[in-house]
């Protein structure tokens, strides 16, 4: 079974602090994706890599930052947290072949508070 | 650009048959996805056509019409652990992988 982890479930952060998004899969495959979740706007892509150390910026990547030095490891980073960034925040992955790349395997999600 | 709609919500009774519809606004794309999310849980991968027509998976089936712009999810024999929110997705052809998906179907599934 594909397994993506996030670091954590929950985190809750002050406005102006820099936080880390860990996400680790461990199906080596080539595509990891951050999305956030609210309420009624279902999952919004913010930055989308298909490679080691490559990177696309997805549809709201304002105010965030990725890095992927390894390829089972994607980060997203909170240069300074804002109010407006408290969300679920979720990892997925996916292979880069053929019709399996069109499934994405999930993280369990990352419930963000900022104060 | 591209946008995906959903009804927000649905309600039927266990053993019902109910569609869950996906209109699109998208110039050329590979094919839809549908995915479930439990409360609190994770997004988990249901179906996905790449052709136009139906595809089934047990109690589950996707149908896709390009020539339409639409979709659907079509679930069988409801059961109360059906009761979940319910997202369609499209990836766009051409250049990078870009996904983008529906702002999600609430289904409630009553006894």
């Known amino acids: 079974d594909v397994k993506v982890t996030q670091s954590s479930r929950y985190l809750v952060k002050r406005t102006g602090e820099k936080v880390f998004l860990e996400c680790v899969q461990d199906m080596d495959h080539e595509n990891m994706f951050w999305y956030r979740q609210d309420p009624g706007l279902g999952l919004r892509l913010i930055y989308f890599?298909?490679?080691?150390?490559?990177?696309e910026k997805g549809d709201i990547p304002e105010g965030y930052s990725v890095s992927r030095e390894k390829k089972e490891r994607f980060s997203l980073i909170l240069e300074s947290a804002s109010t407006n960034q408290t969300s679920m925040y979720l990892c997925a992955s996916s292979p880069n072949s053929g019709r399996l790349q069109e499934t994405q395997y999930f993280g369990p999600g990352t419930r963000l508070l900022v104060l | 650009g591209q946008s995906l709609e959903q009804p927000s919500e649905v309600t039927a009774v266990e053993g019902a048959i109910v569609q869950i519809n996906c209109t699109y606004q998208?110039?050329?794309?590979?094919?839809l996805s549908w995915y479930q999310q439990h409360d609190g849980g994770a997004p988990t991968f249901l179906s996905y056509n790449a052709l136009d027509g139906l595809e089934e998976t047990g109690r589950f089936s996707s149908f896709l019409s390009r020539s339409d712009s639409y979709g659907y999810l079509l679930l069988q024999e409801l059961q109360m652990k059906d009761s979940a929110s319910y997202f369609c997705a499209v990836r766009k052809a051409g250049g990078s992988y870009i996904p983008t998906f529906g702002r999600g179907t609430s289904l409630i599934v009553h006894p």
């Open positions: 890599s298909y490679d080691v150390k490559m990177k």
């Open positions: 998208t110039s050329g794309f590979y094919g």
